[in-house]
């Protein structure tokens, strides 16, 4: 999915709230800006969002010295995601379907998303999730999600952002036994999800856990490791959480069940849904 | 007042949202642009933001070749308003302080500027008014205002939006017999009030129309005609509405009254309020 014109705003309103978090000195805030709106006004517009994103928050680590600004929101994150895991258990455990409940929340927690403006906080996190189990959501698609997982040898769970790997870890969960291999990207970027993330959530504990080899925010696979790329082609379903992953997988052919809350009108529009709406796509 | 670094990604918006009424070219969008993308990265953070919304506006206009994108938008606004004024002039009428409501409106009507956003539809501005007459305002300011326009023998007031200008009328007509100019832009920039549109609303029978000379979003004394430089030297108060004008007027020595709907988070930060409140700031 190609990058359109009114990801331009949306790009610089990024970079704004990047060199927020790395300084207060405002001579580096402003010459980082400037380079970023450099760069998008010599865009092409043939690139993936998320691939203009990591060459925006790049520039803003680069100059600003520091290698990862959203680390502190991270850790927010899985904290705050941790202390909500109990009664999130208990939603799971004493619901008539865990399974559907367990994804419903694991698509509520693509919420904590950084791209996509300020830094979400509990409030947000806390209404989302009270809204994930009656939000329209395609009760086929779950039920072809449950499975194509029952009749898979070699699962790949693409994560995303930190936080919201705690509710991966919900939807995984209700999978023990099954083959999963949990991915992460191979560097810090926005607050995306590293190993040190999935490990706080305890997915190292249930599952394999790897990285992409890659600063993206999301999956371009050329960019990947080729350990990573390896790993994809030889996956025989591949859930994939997340805006970013979408925006950089969503043309692959290969059996993918994209699960994301749509937080944006560009995503919305190629989705064909509303902004707001919690989507589980299946392509395969 | 300057602009801050967060004014990039609203004027990128900015741009967005003008190219978008000027064509269905994704070729000259994308050139336009990009234009404006340069010029961001190029700012000076000494010009105020109304200077940098002219260049961006210039730039539409000129690789468009429409003169005047907002021109439909605008037309709309005042058929709007147009349609509203019976009813609210039954609301001064019946009020307790017609002047007090009349100065409340005529700030209400200040939420059509699309300058802030997309366009400024009806229900948004139903709902301002019907929250304009319980807001707080300062009470003493009103009073203020009310004793230095009974004093006054030379009154500029300095309009800012097609559709709000019908709002202005409202409060004029409070003030039947009071030696008032009223000055609208010179030129089209966003949904700003012309000439025509202050003829629409009919203030030309009521009180001398003139225009500034400038294409600004706000009034920049050297950039305007020698005639309004003027009027502004010589008039002993000065009725200002709207951001625009607050962010280019807000320093000068001079009896002013501005009255305006904060819609921004920078321009309430500088004022030291709330985004949403409506002000009368007296600075004499």
């Known amino acids: 999915m190609k990058i359109g014109l009114e990801c ?37 517009f043939d690139n993936t969002p998320p ?14 010295g520091n290698s990862d600004p959203y680390l502190e929101i991270k850790k927010d994150s899985n904290t705050l995601a941790l202390k909500l895991m109990p009664s999130l258990k208990e939603l799971i455990r004493s619901s008539a379907d865990p399974f559907e409940t367990a ?16 830094h979400v906080g509990e409030e947000k996190i806390q209404k989302t999730v009270s809204q994930c189990l009656d939000q329209p959501v395609s009760k086929d698609n779950i039920n072809e ?23 991966d870890r919900l939807l995984i969960e209700e999978l023990q036994g099954r083959p999963i291999t949990f991915v992460v990207r191979g560097a810090p970027t926005i607050n995306d999800a590293l190993t040190e993330d999935a490990r706080m959530a305890g997915l190292d504990k249930l599952v394999r856990v790897v990285d992409n080899g ?3 925010p999301g999956t371009i696979l050329e960019e990947c490791s080729p350990e990573f790329k390896r790993q994809f082609m030889e996956a025989d379903l591949v859930i994939v959480k997340g805006q970013g992953n979408y925006e950089t997988l969503s043309d692959e052919h290969k059996k993918i069940f994209f699960l994301l809350k749509v937080k944006c009108p560009v995503i919305a529009e190629h989705i064909g849904c509303q902004e707001g709406d919690m989507v589980i796509i299946n392509r395969g």
């Open 103 to 118: 994804v419903r929340l694991a698509i509520a927690g693509n919420i904590i998303d950084c791209g996509q403006g300020d």
């Open 51 to 64: 691939s203009i994103g990591r060459d925006i928050h790049r520039v803003v680590r680069l100059l600003s």
């Open 145 to 167: 999600l449950k499975e194509e997982i029952g009749k898979a040898s070699n699962i790949l769970y693409l994560g995303d952002n930190a936080g919201e790997v705690f509710f």
């Open 8 to 44: 331009i705003p949306c790009f610089a309103r990024q970079a704004f709230e990047a060199v927020s978090l790395v300084t207060d000195d405002q001579k580096i805030r402003e010459r980082i800006v400037r380079q970023v709106l450099f760069r998008l006004a010599n865009v092409s």
């Open 214 to 216: 890659s600063d993206v």
